[in-house]
Nanobody, 115 residues
Framework: QVQLVESGGGLVQPGGSLRLSCAASGIIFSNYHMGWYRQAPGKQRELVAL???????NYADSVKGRFTISRDDAKNIVDLQMNSLKPEDTAVYYC?????????WGQGTQITVSS
């Protein structure tokens, strides 16, 4: 049974920081490209950051320089460090695991950036 469990969401003031973590089980983690997506109310789900199985990274333009994705293949964890948060970062954030043949999603965690 595959599980992706996100943690670390919550309420933060503009300019603040949060760190999201996604713990994976039931997959050979090192084989998977891992990503963080987000969906704001009334908007489509969008890619925030991706880290490939080889450690290459890709970021949405809106978060470049503020967010950092990392992975620990020994612990089956992918993290998203979010700094200088803005109100427009408010969304449900989802962990994603993907190979050529399979794709899995976490249940999502809410991030609210507000004063």
């Amino acid at each position: 049974q595959v599980q992706l469990v996100e943690s670390g969401g919550g309420l933060v003031q503009p300019g603040g920081s949060l760190r999201l973590s996604c713990a994976a089980s039931g997959i050979i983690f090192s084989n998977y490209h891992m990503g963080w997506y987000r969906q704001a109310p009334g908007k489509q789900r969008e890619l925030v950051a991706l880290i490939t199985s080889l450690g290459g990274t890709n970021y949405a333009d809106s978060v470049k320089g503020r967010f950092t994705i990392s992975r620990d293949d020994a612990k089956n964890i992918v993290d998203l460090q979010m700094n200088s948060l803005k109100p427009e970062d408010t969304a449900v954030y989802y962990c994603n695991a993907k190979t050529t043949w399979r794709e899995y999603w976490g249940q999502g965690t809410q991030i609210t950036v507000s004063s």
